[in-house]
């Protein structure tokens, strides 16, 4: 029930009725409507989902799956946690030594047993079963013109360790030059740069919108894009 109140300003009476939002969402013959400005407008597709979602205290990515296990999940995937996390000082030898499950628990990658998108995304090689677009798209460009193109797939791990290889191997040229009898190679962006930049992009993507994220690269920049933040752009210091 909503509270009405009558009220005198100026010696004029208005009434004031006073709604309370509700904590779940609630739909008028089975739609969702939202007003924008001075108009309404009703959710739908991914908007919905999102709304839904956040008005139920969760997020995209902690949502439980049915459909993959912790048995399914990928052992390289998680090597590559191990070593970087070992490398980094971040994380112990004794905190590395349990079993896969107890990781991804101790992760918050899990509940009531059941794992959680994060979890699939971060170590499922198949991710793009998961998501579709869980992909990056790398493509060099000379103006206009596409002149190749590369997709990373897999988790979200291995899309990590190998795209920014991928970009340095072969789509950037290093110049050469000697530091007395040592060659020095010198490329166009800084590799911590761009790994930064990179690892940013994958972080911060919305994946739920099923759009994968685009690295462009040409002769003197370098722009990295995903579908929640304004594009990363680099250019070559002359």
Same mark, same amino acid.
């Given at each position: 029930?909503?509270?009405?109140?009558?009220?005198?300003?100026?010696?004029?009476?208005?009434?004031?009725?006073?709604?309370?939002?509700?904590?779940?969402?609630?739909?008028?013959? =089975?739609?969702?409507?939202?007003? *924008?400005?001075?108009?309404?407008?009703?959710?739908? +597709?991914?908007?919905?989902?999102?709304?839904?979602?956040?008005?139920?205290?969760?997020?995209?990515? #902690?949502?439980?799956?049915?459909?993959? &296990?912790?048995?399914?999940?990928?052992?390289? *995937?998680?090597?590559?946690?191990?070593?970087?996390?070992?490398?980094?000082?971040?994380?112990?030898?004794?905190?590395?030594?349990? &079993?896969?499950?107890?990781?991804?628990?101790? /992760?918050?990658?899990?509940?009531?047993?059941?794992?959680?998108?994060?979890?699939? /995304?971060?170590?499922?090689?198949?991710?793009?079963?998961?998501?579709?677009?869980?992909? %990056?798209?790398? +493509?060099?460009?000379? =103006? *206009?013109?596409?002149?190749?193109?590369?997709?990373?797939?897999? *988790?979200?791990?291995?899309?990590?360790?190998? %795209?920014?290889?991928?970009?340095?191997?072969?789509?950037?040229?290093?110049?050469? &030059?000697?530091?007395?009898?040592?060659?020095?190679?010198?490329?166009?962006?800084?590799?911590?740069?761009?790994?930064?930049? %990179?690892?940013?992009?994958?972080?911060?993507?919305?994946? #739920?919108?099923?759009?994968?994220?685009?690295?462009?690269?040409?002769?003197?920049?370098?722009?990295?894009?995903?579908?929640?933040?304004?594009?990363? %752009?680099?250019?070559?210091?002359?």
């Amino acid at each position: 029930m909503a509270d009405v109140n009558l009220l005198t300003e100026d010696e004029l009476e208005y009434i004031e009725i006073i709604v309370n939002p509700w904590a779940f969402p609630v739909n008028y013959n =089975g739609e969702y409507h939202y007003r *924008s400005g001075s108009t309404k407008q009703q959710l739908r +597709g991914n908007e919905l989902t999102n709304f839904l979602i956040s008005k139920t205290g969760l997020t995209w990515d #902690a949502a439980t799956i049915t459909d993959i &296990s912790v048995d399914d999940l990928d052992k390289e *995937s998680f090597d590559i946690f191990r070593r970087e996390a070992l490398r980094s000082g971040k994380m112990t030898k004794e905190d590395l030594d349990i &079993s896969n499950r107890e990781f991804l628990e101790k /992760l918050d990658l899990m509940e009531d047993g059941k794992l959680k998108r994060a979890g699939a /995304l971060c170590f499922y090689r198949k991710a793009e079963k998961v998501i579709s677009g869980f992909y %990056v798209k790398t +493509g060099k460009f000379e =103006g *206009s013109d596409l002149l190749y193109q590369d997709e990373v797939n897999g *988790s979200l791990l291995i899309i990590a360790d190998r %795209v920014i290889d991928l970009i340095y191997l072969k789509y950037l040229k290093a110049a050469i &030059s000697y530091h007395k009898e040592t060659r020095v190679e010198t490329y166009p962006f800084a590799r911590d740069a761009v790994r930064e930049a %990179v690892f940013n992009a994958l972080i911060h993507c919305n994946w #739920a919108d099923n759009i994968p994220i685009k690295i462009r690269i040409e002769e003197d920049a370098m722009y990295i894009s995903n579908n929640s933040m304004c594009p990363l %752009v680099g250019q070559q210091k002359h």
